[in-house]
């Protein structure tokens, strides 16, 4: 019911930053949360940082500072702007839409992922 396509990973050198990009197209009229995870090779998926339909933000301690997770006025973009990039930060990165309780019976829905590499 909910489609997420990405944009906006590469190669960067530490220090620099890019900005990741999340479009939701389908039925994105439902309350929802959106965010983002990671997730590099033999590791868990792990979250980034998400924000709530009314604009509440939620951080992992390792990007806190640095990162910063925003929404734009239609509700239907999600950004990622990362600052001060590092090589731990080297990871695929899953864009990711929940609904609220009302409407939990759509489920979760994932992008299909963006490479993002640190190198130093």
């Known amino acids: 019911q909910v489609q997420l396509v990405e944009s906006g990973g590469g190669l960067v050198q530490a220090g620099g930053s890019l900005r990741l990009s999340c479009a939701a197209s389908g039925n994105i009229f439902a309350i929802n949360t959106m965010g983002w995870y990671r997730q590099a090779p033999g590791n868990q998926r792990e979250l980034v940082a998400t924000i709530t339909n009314v604009g509440y933000r939620n951080y992992a301690d390792s990007v806190r500072g640095r990162f910063t997770i925003s929404r734009d006025d239609a509700k239907n973009t999600v950004h990622l702007q990362m600052n001060s990039l590092k090589p731990e930060d080297t990871a695929v990165y899953y864009c990711?839409?929940?609904?609220?309780?009302?409407?939990?019976?759509?489920?979760?829905?994932w992008g299909q992922g963006t490479q993002v590499t640190v190198s130093s």
């Open positions: 990711n839409w929940r609904p609220s309780l009302r409407d939990q019976a759509m489920g979760v829905f």
